[in-house]
């Protein structure tokens, strides 16, 4: 069985492959996502997907605003539809009302 490369997109065979953060690389393009260093399931850590190294994790008391970017972007978006939705329904509200007024 074989794979492609998440990294490089190239063919990894089952005999060289790196199965870690819901993909499959070759153990040479497991990679920091800052310094370029190949990395190795004991050296690296993850945030939002992403694989660094120790030295370049970046420091969630610094960058907790861009580690909750993704998350309150979300929140943001869910909010204006809910208020699109609730804004849909007083239109419609209203015009049910003034077409019950025309009516008597």
């Not at 870690?20 to 004991?42: A, D, P, Q, S, W």
């Not at 929140?75 to 204006?80: D, L, Y």
Request: glycine share 4%.
């Amino acid at each position: 069985m074989s794979y492609k490369c998440f990294a490089c997109g190239k063919t990894v065979y089952q005999t060289e492959v790196l199965k870690i953060l819901g993909r499959e690389y070759h153990k040479r393009c497991f990679r920091c996502k800052t310094c370029n260093r190949v990395l190795t399931m004991k050296s690296y850590k993850a945030l939002d997907g992403n694989p660094y190294c120790q030295a370049h994790y970046p420091n969630v008391s610094e960058h907790g605003a861009q580690m909750n970017y993704g998350q309150q972007e979300k929140k943001e978006e869910q909010q204006e539809e809910q208020q699109e939705y609730q804004e849909e329904q007083q239109e419609e509200y209203q015009e049910e009302q003034q077409q019950e007024e025309e009516y008597y």
